[in-house]
C-alpha cells in the first residue's frame, strides 16, 4: 500500500506504467504481451517477430496451395531424388545471403558489418532490428531460402531445378574449396613442425 500525495491510499497495481509506442492501447491500461515481465529489454518486441512469422506461414501456406492445385493436375511432386540437390543449393544460397560480400547491398540497411564487410551485429530497432536478427542467423536464412527454392520448384520446376542445380554445385565447391584449404593449412604446419624438428636434431648433434 503506498500513500498518494493528497492523503488517498492507492494500490500499487493501480498505478499505471508509461505506454510503449508499440504496444497496442486497451482503454487507458496498459497492455503487456504474456510473459513481458520476465523478458528481458530489447531493441524489438514479439510483435516484430510475430510478423516475420505471419510472413513466412503466408508464404509457406502459398506454396502448399500450389502444390495442391498442381497435384490436382496430374502433375507430380517434388521427387525425393531432388531433395539433396535442394539441401545443397538452400546451403549454398543461405551462406551468400548471410556471409558474403555479394550480399552486403542486402543486409546493408539491417545489419551493422566491419571493414570486410562481414555481419557483427543488428541494427536499429523494432522490425528492421527484427530483420538484422534474421539475416545474421544461417540456420533462419536456410529456412527462407529453402522455402524459395521449392516454392520456385513447385511453380517452374524447370526453373526451379536449373536454379537448384546451379547453387548446389557453388555448395559442392565451397566445401571442396574448404576442405582443400584444411588440408593445406595441416600439411603446412606439418613441414614447418617437420623442420625445426630436424634443425633441433641437427643442433643437438
Known amino acids: 500500500m503506498a500513500i498518494s500525495a493528497r492523503g488517498g491510499d492507492t494500490s500499487t497495481s493501480e498505478r499505471e506504467e508509461p505506454q510503449r509506442a508499440d504496444e497496442p492501447s486497451t482503454g487507458g491500461r496498459r497492455w503487456r504481451w504474456p510473459g513481458a515481465a520476465t523478458t528481458p529489454a530489447s531493441p524489438t518486441s514479439p510483435a516484430q517477430y510475430a510478423l516475420l512469422e505471419a510472413a513466412f506461414l503466408g508464404a509457406l501456406g502459398t506454396v502448399v496451395a500450389l502444390t495442391r492445385r498442381r497435384e490436382r493436375t496430374g502433375e507430380p511432386a517434388i521427387p525425393r531424388a531432388e531433395l539433396p540437390v535442394l539441401a545443397l ?83 559442392i565447391n565451397d566445401v571442396a574449396q574448404s576442405g582443400f584449404r584444411l588440408l593445406a593449412e595441416r600439411t603446412n604446419r606439418a613441414i614447418i613442425e617437420t623442420s625445426h624438428a630436424e634443425r633441433e636434431v641437427e643442433a643437438g648433434a
Request: charged content about 20%; aromatic content about 8%.
Open 89 to 171: 543449393a538452400t546451403f549454398a544460397l543461405s551462406d551468400v545471403l548471410a556471409k558474403e560480400k555479394i550480399s552486403t547491398w542486402l543486409r546493408e540497411p539491417f545489419v551493422f558489418e566491419d571493414g570486410d564487410h562481414k555481419p557483427v551485429s543488428p541494427e536499429g530497432d523494432g522490425l528492421r532490428y527484427a530483420i538484422g536478427e534474421l539475416i545474421t542467423c544461417t540456420r533462419c536464412v536456410g529456412t527462407w531460402s529453402a522455402l524459395a527454392l521449392v516454392g520456385l520448384r513447385t511453380a517452374s520446376p524447370s526453373a526451379g531445378r536449373a536454379t537448384a542445380t546451379v547453387l548446389a554445385l557453388a555448395g
